[in-house]
């Protein structure tokens, strides 16, 4: 059986690296807005933006974070950029096993742009509003997706718990928390 097809509003946001300055204003807001209480704290380590940084030869290259990998991939790619080498995973989006990026630095779980979700809904971005060089421009088009390859965020998170506790262990918290509403 076909998976059925259902429209989904795609939003993007298109980096003009060409017009990154690397203000880091962009990690400063995102981290902010993501405090708990909103706008509590701003620590760029929790940002679900990074800016790749290399300031003598002129190169900021903004890199958002993307879906949450299990386990971390075989391909490699090395990245030479005006004659400077990059780490092989310098420009992935993935919150990976393998490296720090993209991480809560507290609890190690997962981060992902969320693209500001909010309600009410923001008229944009947060890092787009705040991009004054123009360099983040956000775009949303329309696409027809099966249900089965949309994986939202709640199922990362769980999916990350269970990776990091156990499956087991994950379903007794489950299980106590259920019990706990009920009573
Ligand atoms: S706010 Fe814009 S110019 Fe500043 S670092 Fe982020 S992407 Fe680059
Ligand atoms: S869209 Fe929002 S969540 Fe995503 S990187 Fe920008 S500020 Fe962070």
Redesign the pocket.
Do not use: E, G, T
């Given at each position: 059986m076909q998976a059925e097809k259902k429209k989904k509003v795609i939003k993007t946001?298109r980096i003009d690296v060409d017009k990154c300055n690397g203000c880091r204003a962009?990690e400063v807001?995102?981290s902010s807005?993501?405090a708990s209480p909103k706008y509590s704290s701003n620590n760029p380590a929790r940002?679900?933006?990074r800016v790749i940084r290399d300031p003598i030869a002129d190169i900021y290259v903004p890199v958002?974070?993307g879906e949450y990998a299990v386990a971390e991939c075989a391909g490699r790619d090395k990245y030479t950029i005006d004659g400077k080498e990059y780490d092989e995973c310098a420009f992935c989006r993935a919150s990976c096993p393998s490296r720090s990026e993209f991480k809560e630095p507290d609890s190690g779980l997962p981060l992902k742009?969320?693209?500001?979700s909010s309600d009410p809904t923001l008229e944009q971005?947060?890092?787009?509003q705040w991009c004054l060089a123009d360099a983040l421009i956000y775009e949303e088009r329309e696409e027809e997706v099966s249900e089965e390859t949309t994986v939202d965020e709640l199922e990362m998170g769980l999916d990350a718990l269970a990776n990091k506790y156990g499956l087991n262990k994950l379903n007794e918290l489950l299980a106590k928390m259920t019990a706990s509403k009920k009573g």
């Open positions: 946001i962009c807001i995102c807005f993501h940002s679900r933006i958002y974070a742009c969320d693209m500001c971005p947060l890092c787009v």
